[in-house]
Structure formats: structure tokens, C-alpha cells
């Protein structure tokens, strides 16, 4: 039997091993899935707790780009919505939800998800509500504070925030 030329026995052992290699992390991501899913579940309804929203219901409606999920609640008994949304820029991905009221479109509170790979700067967003609580979509640019230090991630904040009332906008019909 004839031997195949090296380059063509090195394609073939490669491209086998590629084979085998995405077989292992699909199989892998199979395992993971429910446990990561329920993870983000979790983490999801501890933020829920921080702003205070009660009985959150996901909202059956098309969500824009970037919108994770639109939900309806109370908070200190006001009909809300929380909006769950990111900004991604060329250094992160910040994930923020933001609560609306339904009856007026006033911010009713923030709460700011960084990942764990800004080292510590997510301390200095923890809590805060940028200026924002009580400012409606007409006027929150001039109220927004920007952090000293995390203008990008506070822009990436203010993004969110034009983001869920674009959604709200489309659940009102304004």
C-alpha cells in the first residue's frame, strides 16, 4: 500500500483532530447550557430584588436588538417596566436594567450588571443611579452623571438607558 505524501497525511490528521476536538466542546456546551442558563436565572431575580421590583411578568413583545427582556411589575406600588438591556463597546459589555414607570416614563431605578473582568471598577457602579431616578426620556442626558474615571462604561450606561425607552416607546405606541 502506498504511503500518503506528508502535507496531505498532516491536512488529514489535522482536519480528523478538528473533527474530534469540536465534537468535545459541542458535547461540553450541552452539559453546561442548563446550569449556565440557570446561573443568569438567578443572577437575574437577585437584581430584581436590588431595584425593588415585585412580581416581575416577562412581557410577550418584540424585543429590539439588544433588549435581553421586557418585563412588567411594582415598585413601592407604581405599575413599572423593567427593561433588560446591554451595550456592547470595544472594551465590555455593561448590562443594565432599567425600570420605567408606565403611567408617566420616569426612570424609577437602575441597576448596572459589569462583568468581573473590570477589576473593581464595578464597586464604584454598584448602587449608583447616575442622576437618573425620577428624570423621564426628554431630559435624563442633562441629568446623567458620568463616573470619573469610567466615562466609556457610563456611556455605555446612558446607551442602555436610550435603548429601554426606544422599547418602551414601542410597548406605549408613542
Known sequence: MKKLPYPLYLA???????IIAAGL???????????IK??????????F?????ESPEILEVELLENVLGAY???????????????NKNQFLTVQ?????????????NLSVNLPATTHGMDSSFEGNKFG??????????????????ATTSSNSVKACINLAYEQYKGIKGV
Open 25 to 35: 466542546l459541542a458535547g461540553i456546551n450541552i452539559l453546561t447550557a442548563p446550569a
Open 72 to 86: 412588567e411589575g411594582l415598585t413601592n406600588g407604581k405599575a413599572c417596566f423593567v427593561f433588560n438591556v446591554q
Open 12 to 18: 488529514l490528521f489535522l482536519g480528523v483532530l478538528g
Open 49 to 53: 430584588k436590588v431595584i425593588e421590583v
Open 132 to 149: 437618573v431616578i425620577d428624570a423621564n426620556q426628554d431630559d435624563f442626558t442633562g441629568k446623567f452623571v458620568t463616573i470619573s474615571g
Open 96 to 108: 443594565t436594567l432599567v425600570v420605567i414607570s408606565q403611567e408617566d416614563g420616569k426612570i424609577l
Open 38 to 47: 440557570a446561573n443568569e436565572e438567578k443572577k437575574l431575580a437577585e437584581q
